[in-house]
């Protein structure tokens, strides 16, 4: 067993994070090195034609992943964690979550992958005369408000999932700069711009509702500054058994696009990110001063507050995860047993055997509806025809193609506007296979991409990481904490484009836009079947 001292150094900083399909707890000491983890498994479900998690899973899974980090932590060093000095939570961006004066749930949450707010977030982008994509809590919120929801009188706080969970560690309603400008527009200094507010208060005057913005969205905080501690409840919230004493300082709670900037070090203008899961998105920090406006592109902010340009696709690995699936269903019917990290591990290499076209196969990846090709209903699709070759290797390929197709549509978008980011690091569960997906990445975007070796620790790591920065702030900016703590000896794994393989892509990416109308009517259709069975 190691001695405590060489396991570790004081402070310890939790991160926590709450992503599509998994909980996550991570403990790093001072230095950013980690030192144990735990991982709670949930997914969202399809309920009422919304896209819901449930907030008491939530608060089971954020249980029960911490306290697999706590007994890995104890096996490590032989005794109970009870003192953490910073904790940060991170959750998936957007959505609607409303609460009444009590703080009581008014309505499930609903999630970033809803499209049912398209009206609502068509008229406020006109109305504010900026892009408000429909993912955003404003446009739920004025999408309820139309259709005359009951509880929307009742309304007293509009949070993220990040903000609704740092408020029952430590009882306070705040958000940090990133995650609130997945809510709503911030102005130039970082805070909620005013006229917009003004603006939608006026819309749900019209509506019949009395509700000021200014007054339900949560506080933001900077960056350097805790949000409060946490409290007995909160202690016993996350450590059941009883261990953790109260008092932490909580950082103020961020989206994962902020926690995405912060474990690849990319908040610096000119740098990049991407961050791969279900759903995949692209950070590009720039300091242009006017941007034309793009129902494609999102404006938000890095947690210091400088305008990031962001690409957000609803679908990425759902295609990847359903052929996982099923040939692991096949392995157990004829009595075999793969590990999942196995199995995708074989199918990626896979992918480097293929005949040179992909066989002249198509599929697409659209679980749910795709606001970049303006796919209203998906539906996981793959088609071949009497000129294809089904083999693995071709399948596999074909479903890296799709897998990155919307994506790269928005990246030739952002081009255009002369947003060119000098460095795109990725990270993301799908680049635990060595070079793989990094390199199928480069290619289909034709730009060198680069991999943090500690990327598969994600979101929860870079926010164990703001964490920690609240022992660092008086020192340093951020981003001088970032490069002289976490990152002051990472070397990055470097991935340069293939010609060939972009020549491929090209090809497949010009039968997927001709082939979006069938698409199209095959969501809408299975979509419309399912409602009346």
Known sequence: MQTTSSFYQRPL?????????????????????????????????????YWIYSLEEAMQGISASYLAM????DKNVGFALEKIEYIGVSAMMHGFLALDNQNRLLAPFRTWRNNNAEDAARLLSNVFGFHVPARWSCAHLYQAARQHETFVPNIAHLLTLSAYVNMKLCGTLGIGRDDASGMFPLDENGHYDAAMEQKEDALLKQEGYHLTMEEILPQIYPVAESVGSLTAEGASLLDPEGDLLPGSLLCPPEGDAATGMISTNTIQVGSGNISVGTSIFGSFITDKKKLPR????????????????????????????????????????????????????????????????????????????????????????????????????????????????????????????????????????????????????????????????????????????????????????????????????????????????????????????????????????????????
């Open 294 to 533: 793009r129902d494609e592109v999102d404006i938000v902010a890095t947690p210091e507050g400088l305008k990031a340009t962001m690409i957000h696709c609803n679908n990425c690995t759902s295609g990847i995860d359903a052929c996982a699936k099923l040939v692991k269903e096949t392995l157990a019917l004829f009595g075999a047993e793969r590990s999942d990290d196995d199995i995708y591990d074989i199918l990626f290499k896979a992918a480097y055997r293929n005949d040179g076209n992909n066989g002249a196969l198509l599929a697409y990846n659209y679980l749910s509806g795709e606001n970049i090709t303006q796919v209203k209903d998906g539906a996981l699709l793959l088609a071949s025809s009497e000129r294809s070759n089904l083999s693995i290797s071709n399948l596999m390929v074909t479903e890296f193609f799709s897998t990155f197709a919307s994506f790269a549509l928005g990246v030739d978008l952002l081009a255009k506007d002369g947003i060119v980011p000098k460095e795109i690091i990725v990270h993301g569960g799908l680049f635990k296979t060595p070079k793989v997906a990094q390199s199928f990445l480069a290619s289909i975007l034709d730009k060198q991409i680069s991999l943090n070796p500690s990327a598969s620790e994600g979101g929860a790591w870079g926010m164990a990481l703001l964490g920690l920065y609240l022992a660092y702030a008086k020192r340093y900016s951020l981003s001088e904490f970032l490069a002289e703590v976490p990152f002051k000896d990472v070397s990055l794994l470097i991935e340069e484009p293939s010609q060939g393989l972009h020549d491929r892509f090209l090809s497949f990416q010009k039968m997927y836009l001709a082939c979006l109308t069938g698409e199209k009517a095959i969501g809408e259709g299975m979509v419309h079947s399912c409602s009346k069975n």
């Open 70 to 73: 706590k007994h890995d932590f």
């Open 13 to 49: 900083a939790l991160g926590i994070e709450l992503g599509s399909t998994r909980i996550k707890c991570i403990l790093i000491d001072a230095s950013g090195k980690v030192l144990s983890t735990g991982i709670f498994q949930w997914e969202n479900r399809f309920e009422n034609n």
